[in-house]
Nanobody, 116 residues
Framework: QVQLVESGGGLVQTGGSLRLSCVVR????????MAWFRQAPGKQRELVAS???????NYADSVKGRFTISRDNVKDTVYLQMNKVKPEDTAVYYC??????????WGQGTQVTVSS
């Protein structure tokens, strides 16, 4: 059974920083591409960033240059460093192994609220 436990969200002012963490259980973490998605109120869930098992990264245009995804294959944890946050970054953030996208298997997420 896959377990996805996100943490690190909170209230932050515009221009501030947050670091999200996600511990993953139930898969061979080191072999999987990992992704962060987010869902704002009234909007569809969208891809924020992804990182392959080899460390190659990909970002949504809206966060390029501000967010950094990384992973620790010893701790089975994926991170999202969020810098220079904007009010439009307000959302619930979810991590997920790429192979589970589309299967409806999501964690509880972590709420990020950016005040203007």
């Amino acid at each position: 059974q896959v377990q996805l436990v996100e943490s690190g969200g909170g209230l932050v002012q515009t221009g501030g920083s947050l670091r999200l963490s996600c511990v993953v259980r139930g898969i061979v973490f080191s072999l999987d591409t990992m992704a962060w998605f987010r869902q704002a109120p009234g909007k569809q869930r969208e891809l924020v960033a992804s990182i392959t098992s080899g460390g190659s990264t990909n970002y949504a245009d809206s966060v390029k240059g501000r967010f950094t995804i990384s992973r620790d294959n010893v701790k089975d944890t994926v991170y999202l460093q969020m810098n220079k946050v904007k009010p439009e970054d307000t959302a619930v953030y979810y991590c997920i192994p790429w192979g589970l996208v589309g299967l409806g298997i999501w964690g509880q997420g972590t709420q990020v609220t950016v005040s203007s």
